[in-house]
Each structure stands twice: as C-alpha cells, then as structure tokens.
C-alpha cells in the first residue's frame, strides 16, 4: 500500500483554500495583522499559536468577515472575499466568548444556524440530536446557556458551529475550558470529523500540545507577523529562530561564536569551557554569533563521565523537577549558565542516584540541538 | 440602635408627608360622600359611579387612552431605533451631535415643544385631532425610550449579534432573533414609560389639540377652573392609581434585565476564566 503524506502546502498543483495576500490590519494607528501572506488548503487543520494579542483572532474575525483588512486581500477558493458578509460566507466560527445566545436554550443554540437554511423540521432535529450526542450534551439540551458549566458552555458553542458542516470552520481557542481528560478526547472527535467531512478547520491554541496533537500545519505568530509556518515536527525539530524555538515546548539556548568545519560548526561560548560542536543547517560565518538550542530531552545526565564524547559538559544538579514519567534537572555549568536535562522515569527510583548538589556530566550528540541566527 | 434615631424617623416623616400629602388627602376626598370637596361626610363611592354615567369623561378617557396607546407604540419603535443606531453605528462624523440632538427635547421645556409643534401643524395645515397629539407626544416620548433602550444596549455584547450573523442571519434577523429578544425588558418598560409620560401630559396636549379632541388632563384642568367637583378628586384618583401602576412596572422591569444582565456577564466571565 501506498498511502500518501497529507501534505498540499508542498505540491504546486494544490489550489490553496484560504489565501491571505499582503493582508494588513490597522486599528487606528495600530497595526494588529502586519502584510501577511498564508496559504491554507483544503482539509488542513490549521493551527495560530502566538502570545496574547499577537492578532489570532483578528485573523479570524477577518475570515469570518466581521473585520476587513486594511490593505490586501483574502481569497477563499480563489473568489475575492472583499465586502462578502458574514452571513454570505460559507465559513462558522466559535467565538472566544463563545457568543451563546442567553434567551435560547441548548437545543434552540445549535439549531438556530440550521433554522436559518432549512425548514425541515425533523432534518434539523437530527441533526441536533447528532451535534448533542457528539458533545456530550443530551442532558443539557433544555438548559439555558447560564444553568451550565463554562466547560459545558464550550461544548455548546462547539456543537453550534459545527452544526452547519461548513466549508471552514474557524475555532478560537474551542477547547481552553475543558479538562485534560475531555480535551483530549475532543481533539480526538474533532479530527475525526474533519476525516469524515472534510472540513477545513482553523483553530486558535495557546496550548501548544493541543497544537501538536492535532495540526496539519502550526503558524507561529507574533506582533501580527508569521515567524514560521511548518509541520509541527519541523516546528519543534527545526525552528526558524530563537522566538519559535523559544515559545514551542522547554528549550536551552547557548550563545556563542561560530567557526564552521566541514559540516560541523564549533560554537566558543564560554571562557574556559570546553567547547560544543554543532551541525549547520545554513552556512554559517566564521566568527559570527550564533545561537545554539536544544531540547532538554536530547541531553543526556550521568554521574560518571562518559569517554571521549564531544559536547561534554561538567555541572552541579540545583533542581530537580519531578513531574511523574520525566524528571527535569536544572544543572549549573562551569559559567554559570543553567542547563536543563530530561530523562525518563523508566524503573522506579532509576534516577535516584543523582540528587541535588552532585556533580554530574551533560552530553548530546552533534545532530540534537539546531544552529539559530543571533 | 444607630439606624433609627427621631432625627431620621422625622425628616423621614416631613418628607413623604411633603410628597403625598397632597395626592393622600385627594384620593381621601374621592371617597367623601358630601357634595362639597371639603367637608366630610363619610364614606361613598357614589363619585365613581357617576364618573361612568358621565358622557363628556368617558370621551376624554377613550381620547387619552388611544393617543397613549399609538404614541407610545411609535414612540417606542423609533426611540429603539434610534437607540440601536446610536450605540450600535460606532463612531461617525457627528455622531455626539445625533444623540445630543436626540435627548435634547427631555429638557426642553414644555410649552416651547408644545408651540413649535403647533405652529408646525398649523403650517402644513393639518387638522388638530387626536392625530396630531399622538405625533405630538411620539416626539417627546420617543426621547425617553432612547435614553431607556440605548442604556441596555450599551452593555449589549455584539459579538452575539456577529454570532447570529455568522450562523447565516441576515442584520434584520439578528436584531429581530438575538438582540430584540435580549433587550425587550428594556424596550417594553420603555414603552411604559411613554405611554404615562402620554397619559398625564397636559401642556403638549393643549397646545396640539383642536376642537374634536380632548384628553383627561384638559378636561380635568378646564372642569377644576369652575371649581372641583368630588368627581374630578374620583377621576384623579384612578389616573393616579395607573400611573402608579405603570410606572412601578417599567421599574420592575427594568431592575429584573438589570439582574439579568449581570447573570449573563457572570456567566461570560466564568466562560473565560
Ligand atoms: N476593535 C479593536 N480596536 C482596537 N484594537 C484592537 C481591536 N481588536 C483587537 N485589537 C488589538 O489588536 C491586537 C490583536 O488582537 P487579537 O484579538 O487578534 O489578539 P489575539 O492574538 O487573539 O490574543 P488572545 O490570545 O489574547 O486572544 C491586540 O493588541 C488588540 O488590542
Ligand atoms: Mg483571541
């Protein structure tokens, strides 16, 4: 069998869905979305991660048509959206606030979209029935939207825009108020309904595990600008810059001089410390300041010092973070710098042996962390 | 005991007593079973039952009670509109002129709205009536409504309405399916408002009224210049009585949308939180 990587963005024939073009957005004097150009195709699950404020849901509310951009222009299948209104676009969105309508109930919520399109009674009350059983909400149906929980309420505005099947739907931060548990399992149901009605989702994260899990695609955002739109392996494999490196997942940050050699690059970072070798991705200039990251999990912690590895760096374990299957420990090298060291809780106690104050040894391979400009 | 003291209890005293005195000792009278208003000569309510046999009254009643009835209709149809505009358009060239236009007849002075409305009428020759009160009192009533409804609808979140569009409404859907529904207390204690603010008006009225036309309030004011008569104290008494109740209504309401209100953004904070 040969199945094909879902992956549109890298095929030219690909008709993108959604393309943002030299898009920009001012608020008086303030620019929220900065000329951004994206292309999102059909079937993605395409995730905004960025600070707060960085214009995530401006760019939705833009998609939406609630927002138009100041200059640029938004095309969904190639049509211009331009002055399009909202209720002529075939895109839902589940607002922040989720926006439920106090004086309807559960029930009354999810069909009013369908109510709109449709007159067919029975359709609509299958359909609710449907969306209802889909979040968990039968119970709930006759309630209004005050005599339920904020995870509940949630669900509700969930249910309500997904009742529609539209062509785009346009999630911002849907799932912010739910457990862990609960979360985890909508992720779950919302990529299964995405294989099954093909919908094209953009979706609104500051949790970037959620991100991960259930995007095609993550666009890194700040100040209105995309830092770096990419898988989310490549996101945290490879990211573009310090900033991403930095807001996607723990990561040490080494600042140092370079001196390319062959396919390796020698980072000088700290006085009287033993030097780290890196690969480059890009060439790099001799003697120019570089920033080496990497993940904590691909340093290795031991309290003897292994033979002849480069990347050997010698420290004194300050803290140590337990949080259950993976133990962090903060080690403070020769100059001061802290670096952070993962490793897997596989045997009870296996990593009892190193407790604070010990001396211990950091290595890593010369292909695990990634060279960054500045 | 800090909370009653006989300073207290007696300007407490002294000022309803200052305030309802007069209207007390009126309704007192309406029940005098005497010809002359101000002897006693126990109870009756044999005014009230010749109040019903009064022809020239129950005109002016059916007269006061339709123009109430259509002013405050219309009034409060535009003073919503006008309300939803002005919150709603978000900033515009001249927009701190609209709304000061707007509210600027609840402090002009009567008998200067009732003249103008006259010579207006009188200029494009329309015959005075009980039409012309009702324009009359639509345009001043319609003042009250605004201030009542744009109040409510300030703290309207319109990312409901945006919701509703977003599921497919169209703007006059929105506001007939989501907004009217959410602000309708606001609207009907409003619409009560206008419609006493109507009921007791008398120098409007006066001014806009013609021949084939008269209210409570003129008849009630011409009958007391040949002296008042236990009937008037009787008639006066049941204006008072649904005043009274029209007005504790609106405020009922209106408290009750307040409290919903708050429960809804209790709610919308809890969702973010
Ligand atoms: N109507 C508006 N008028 C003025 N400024 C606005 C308006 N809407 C948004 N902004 C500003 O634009 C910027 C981007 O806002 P946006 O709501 O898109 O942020 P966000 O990325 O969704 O943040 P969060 O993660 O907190 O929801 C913010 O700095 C915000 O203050
Ligand atoms: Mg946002």
């Known amino acids: 069998m040969n199945q094909k990587v879902f992956a549109p963005w890298d095929d030219p024939n690909q008709k993108p869905l959604i393309q943002f073009q030299n898009v920009t957005k001012k608020f008086g004097t303030f620019t929220a979305i900065d000329d951004l150009s994206l292309d999102i195709y059909e079937r993605e699950f395409f995730a905004l991660l960025g600070p707060s404020g960085c214009g995530k849901t401006t760019m939705m509310r833009m998609l939406a048509g609630f927002e138009t951009p100041t200059s640029g222009t938004i095309r969904l299948s190639g049509q211009d959206l331009g002055q399009t209104a909202p209720n002529k676009r075939a895109v839902n969105m589940m607002f922040q606030s989720y926006a439920l309508f106090p004086h309807l109930s559960v029930w009354e ?45 949630q669900r509700v505005a969930l249910a309500r825009s997904l009742a529609k099947s539209p062509k785009l739907l346009l999630l911002d931060e849907p799932l912010g108020a739910l457990d862990k548990k609960l979360r985890e399992e909508t992720q779950f149901e919302l990529m299964d309904i995405q294989e099954k009605t093909g919908t094209t989702f953009v979706i609104v994260t ?139 809780n596989t045997r009870r106690l296996a990593n009892r042996d190193i407790t604070w104050e010990d001396r211990v040894w950091l290595t890593f391979t010369e292909t695990a962390g990634v060279l960054l400009e500045g | 005991m800090r909370r ?19 209207m007390v000792i009126l309704v007192i009278y309406s029940f005098n079973a005497s010809k002359l208003v101000t002897v006693w000569a126990g ?39 006008a309300a939803t505009v002005l919150v709603r358009a978000g900033r515009f060239m001249g927009r701190g002129l609209f709304s000061g236009m707007i509210y600027a007849p609840l402090v002009m002075p009567e008998v200067i709205t009732g003249l103008s409305l006259l010579l207006l ?88 009224t013609g ?28 204006m008072i009585s649904v005043v009274t109740v029209g ?18 953004e209790q709610a919308a904070t809890q969702a973010t939180g």
């Open chain 1, 109 to 153: 919520n999810i069909a009013f979209g369908l109510k709109r399109e449709s007159t067919d009674k029975d359709a609509i009350a299958a359909r609710v029935e449907e969306m209802l059983r889909l979040t968990r909400l039968g119970k709930f149906a006759k309630r209004k939207p005050h005599q339920i929980s904020g995870g509940q309420r």
């Open chain 1, 206 to 344: 500051h949790d970037q595990e959620e991100a991960m899990t259930v995007a095609s695609r993550v666009a890194v955002m700040d100040e209105g600008r995309l830092v770096q739109v990419a898988t989310p392996a490549d996101i945290y494999e490879a990211p573009n810059s310090v900033y991403v490196a930095d807001f996607i997942g723990d990561v040490n940050i080494i600042e140092g001089n370079a001196t390319p050699n062959g396919d390796r690059v020698r980072i000088d970072w700290a006085e009287g410390q033993p030097e780290i070798w890196g690969t480059a991705q890009k060439p790099v200039a001799s003697g120019e300041r570089i920033s080496f990251a990497i993940r904590p999990e691909k340093v290795t912690i031991s309290k003897e010092k292994p033979e002849d590895r480069r990347n050997l760096l010698e420290g004194e374990v300050i803290d140590i973070a337990y949080l259950g299957n993976i133990s962090t420990f903060h080690v403070k090298v020769g100059n001061g710098q802290i670096i952070k060291a993962q490793s897997a």
């Open chain 2, 4 to 22: 009653f003291s006989w300073f207290n209890a007696t300007s407490l005293t002294l000022g309803f007593a200052f305030l309802y005195l007069p």
């Open chain 2, 43 to 81: 109870f009756s309510t044999k005014w009230y039952g010749e109040l019903l046999q009064n022809e020239d009254f129950l005109d002016a009643a059916w007269v006061t009670i339709r123009v109430a009835f259509f002013s405050s209709v219309l009034a409060t149809v535009l003073g919503t509109m």
């Open chain 2, 121 to 208: 009428f009188i200029g494009i020759g329309l015959d005075r009536g009980v039409f012309t009160i009702v324009l009359a009192h639509t345009t001043f009533a319609m003042c009250y409504v605004s201030v009542v409804v744009s109040s409510r609808l300030v703290s309207f979140d319109k990312s409901l309405e945006e919701a509703a569009l977003d599921l497919g409404c169209t703007p006059f859907q929105a506001f007939r399916l989501v907004t009217l529904p959410i602000i309708a207390p606001a609207v009907i204690s409003g619409w009560l408002l206008a419609f006493t603010l109507s009921l007791d008006d008398l120098v409007i009225a006066s001014f806009t």
């Open chain 2, 211 to 238: 021949p084939s036309a008269t209210t409570l309030p003129i008849k009630i004011f011409s009958a007391v210049r040949l002296g008042v008569s236990p009937e008037i104290n009787a008639l006066s008494t049941i």
């Open chain 2, 247 to 264: 007005v504790i209504t609106a405020s009922i309401l209106s408290k009750r949308s307040a409290v919903a209100q708050q429960r809804d």
